[in-house]
């Protein structure tokens, strides 16, 4: 059993605190996929995705932004 994120823990408090637009912005710096997916579980457990649909948006476009293949410019 892999534990559960620190940084996934803290962004559900502060979505259970009702400040949405902090947990945003955290999304959109996580750490790493497993930490979002990490998180997604956790709402999905306490059933918070339905009552904060801008949230899940936002982790789920940050899952397929950092799932995606870096693309490299030549120099």
Known sequence: MSRQSVWA???LCLI????STAA??????A???KD???LRKMLSAAKLLASHPNVDAATDDMIAA???P???RAP
């Open 66 to 68: 950092l799932s995606a």
């Open 16 to 19: 259970k605190g009702g400040n």
């Open 36 to 38: 979002l997916q990490d």
């Open 70 to 72: 870096r693309l490299h």
């Open 24 to 29: 945003i912005a955290q999304i959109k710096v």
């Open 9 to 11: 823990t803290k962004v």
């Open 31 to 33: 750490p790493t996929v």
